[in-house]
């Protein structure tokens, strides 16, 4: 009798007690849909941007809709958005992005704000990503629109400049003759030597600046370039020559972290001219590499201009930030699937420049003629048709 009353007990002791767990269970809260979304939007970063490339695709499309997915897609193909629009860039450390990953809810509804640093540096700015979340149809939610990303909401072109599409015909074009040329170095400094024509620089230490001065020698001739500016020297530069009109065009690119810039000049006749300059950022895979400008330029001469050809695998002639820059935004932008050109009048050429930002630029005995007392923005104190 007394087995029978222990085993009563112990049933009503666990009956009470699967109660009150079942209780437990019932009264636990269920996670909001906002709680919901910013883990989703926490495991998509650690996942997607965890330093690995192993199952990205896939990955993508757990986190992201088709539609979005396919969007970018095709902008990506003809290099309207050269950079991920998740970290609105190309490069980032892992660590750093998802150990600074803040998430806040916007005030409409299923929109958030993701922010965080790329890569830590001391002065670096925090980026930030507007997404709209939406439930797919297992009730997921996915990342279905980017907010502030202009290029693919359709909001903004992406060069101020106008930018033709069109497939250039080689026919009517003259492909100039890369020289080869032997360049020494010392510090910030080169020699170059090429075939009748050399090219050497120095700086010229005035009252309040420092002027670049390039010497440019073609047989017993010499005429010099002034560049005062604000920014880096020139490296040694890339020579093409016009047999046909017994021209040169140098294409210098500028060193150190801002080698993303070049500046075109044209020498005929002891007489040396300003093309103009051009920014186009180098894509991540070949900034660290050795590859260099002179690997893949063509210049080509047309009625009236001459055209640069950068093929479109390593550098980009499209950018936001581009807009940043409007000083360097000089020549028309025509584009092809795989090209890009850049077109420079080469009549009615001016002996110097002077920019927007105080740059002045060009023929070195022009420049001390004047003094600059004319208009503001690009101004163009002489010309003529001097390269005719």
Not at 63 to 85: F, G, R, W
Not at 253 to 266: A, D, I, Q, S, T
Request: proline share 3%; aromatic share 12%.
């Amino acid at each position: 009798m007394k087995r029978i009353i222990i085993i009563f007990i112990l049933i009503a002791f666990i009956s009470c007690r699967d109660k009150k767990n079942a209780n437990n269970v019932a009264t636990e809260p269920t996670p909001t849909d906002t709680e919901v979304a910013i883990a989703t939007l926490k495991a998509f970063y650690s996942s997607v941007y965890n330093g690995s490339l192993d199952n990205q695709e896939v990955l993508f499309k757990q986190y992201v809709s088709k539609q979005l997915l396919e969007k970018i897609d095709e902008l990506s193909a003809d290099m309207t958005l050269d950079y991920d629009p998740f970290i609105k860039g190309q490069d980032f450390f892992a660590d750093v992005l998802n150990s600074t990953l803040k998430i806040t809810p916007l005030e409409n509804k299923n929109e958030y704000r993701c922010c965080f640093l790329l890569f830590g540096d001391t002065n670096e700015k925090e980026t930030c990503i507007d997404l709209l979340l939406e439930k797919d149809k297992d009730g997921h939610f996915v990342i279905s629109k980017i907010l502030n990303d202009d290029i693919l909401a359709g909001k903004r072109d992406v060069m101020p400049s106008d930018i033709q599409e069109t497939t250039i015909d080689y026919k009517g074009l003259v492909q100039l003759l890369k020289l080869e040329c032997n360049v020494s170095n010392k510090e910030e400094f080169y020699k170059l030597n090429c075939q009748n024509i050399r090219v050497a620089n120095e700086t010229e230490e005035g009252k309040n600046s420092v002027s670049e001065i390039i010497t440019v020698t073609v047989g017993k001739n010499s005429r010099k370039i002034i560049r005062k500016t604000s920014d880096v020297l020139t490296s040694s530069p890339f020579v093409y020559f016009d047999e046909e009109n017994k021209t040169y065009i140098l294409l210098f690119p500028l060193v150190g972290e801002y080698n993303f810039v070049w500046e075109l000049y044209c020498y005929k006749d002891n007489k040396i001219f300003s093309l103009g300059q051009r920014i186009t950022y180098w894509k991540a895979e070949y900034e660290e590499s050795k590859t260099t400008y002179g690997d893949f330029v063509k210049i080509y001469r047309s009625e009236g201009k001459y055209i640069v050809a950068m093929t479109k695998k390593y550098i980009s002639a499209e950018h936001s930030e581009y807009n940043d820059y409007p000083d360097y935004l000089e020549g028309t932008l025509v584009k092809d699937k795989n090209m890009y050109y850049f077109e420079f009048p080469s009549t009615e050429l001016p002996y110097y420049k002077k920019y927007r930002n105080g740059d002045k630029k060009g023929d070195y005995e022009e420049f001390l003629k004047n003094d600059f007392t004319t208009p503001e923005d690009i101004v163009i104190t002489e010309e003529g048709d001097h390269s005719k």
